[in-house]
């Protein structure tokens, strides 16, 4: 089985759903309130482990209440949280997520003990494949892209200045359209390939500035579209280590993406692999 380690996020997220999103200085009324799991780290370790791969996730949270409940669906799913550590002082990450009809949202999040992780946890990391994002200190995924050796994924959300060593060490990086273009050209000192997602429009691979794959989402029912970016990261991860061809990865990526839109919360709505191949 394809072992993934993952580095990243514990939050819990409170889901508003709104008639529509405010403006800025605007009060919006009306809304239903729901609490899920989530953290980027977390999707993406409970996407792999869903789409059949064996995953550990490097993480810290708080010694609090929400703590448990953050991590529930991790443990049910069978993710290795071995390496999940506690912090005292610190509480569990917090996301608070505004969602319109349409699916659409706004986050801020509080990262809490997020920031407790430690360039330390990343040392002897045993996995075919190693995820990251930027909800955890930047000096933590700089140190894993120099310590670890195998397939090294950043997922550069949320955008954040990132040493361009770690972009040099990808062998993939993921962006969606607006981190695509507050990064600009600096992507292009990715040695790998860049995988840039574009909601229900067209997903591009590209390899030194040219497109080498392209692939549409499918057309689904979108409720909320937190944690779609999350499952598309782990599922082209799987794919292209598992050596699919970079065309058929985006496409199984696109449809686990859109998949996991069509559910409230990020990880309630995670697909399992035999979801995805019904969309395909």
């Known amino acids: 089985m394809l072992s993934v380690a993952v580095i990243g ?27 899920f799991p989530g ?4 999707n993406q370790a409970l996407a792999a482990k869903r789409l059949g791969a064996d995953v550990r996730l490097i993480a810290c949270v708080g010694d609090d209440a929400s703590a448990d409940e953050a991590l529930e669906l991790l443990r049910e799913g069978g993710v290795n949280l071995s390496q999940c550590r506690r912090v005292g002082d610190a509480t569990t990450g917090t996301a608070l997520i505004a969602v319109a009809p349409s699916g659409e949202n706004h ?12 360039p330390e946890a990343t040392q002897a990391i045993q996995a075919d494949a190693l995820i990251c994002q930027l909800e955890v200190p930047v000096p933590v995924i700089v140190q894993a892209a120099q310590s670890y050796s195998g397939f090294f994924c950043i997922n550069l ?3 954040a200045e990132i040493d361009v060593t770690v972009l040099q ?3 993939l990086v993921v962006v969606n359209e607006t981190e695509a273009d507050w990064y600009g050209r600096s992507l292009d000192a990715c040695r790998g390939v ?6 229900s429009g067209v997903a591009t691979i590209e390899r030194n500035g040219e497109i080498i794959a392209e692939a549409t989402p499918p057309t689904v029912d979108v409720v909320d579209t937190t944690g779609a970016g999350d499952t598309f990261t782990a599922a082209l991860v799987i794919a292209l280590v598992e050596q699919q061809a970079p065309e058929e990865a985006l496409r199984f990526a696109c449809a686990a993406g859109a998949v996991a839109t069509t559910n409230m919360g990020a990880q309630p709505s995670l697909p399992d692999r035999e979801q995805v191949l019904a969309y395909l």
């Open 9 to 35: 996020s514990v939050n819990i997220d409170i889901v508003a759903r709104v008639s529509r999103l405010p403006v800025p200085g605007e009060t919006v009324t009306g809304a239903t309130l729901s609490r």
């Open 39 to 42: 953290g980027k780290g977390a």
């Open 107 to 118: 986050i801020v999040v509080a990262p809490g003990a997020n920031r407790a992780v430690t």
């Open 157 to 159: 959300a949320p955008a």
């Open 169 to 171: 060490r990808a062998d």
């Open 194 to 199: 860049v995988a840039t997602t574009r909601g």
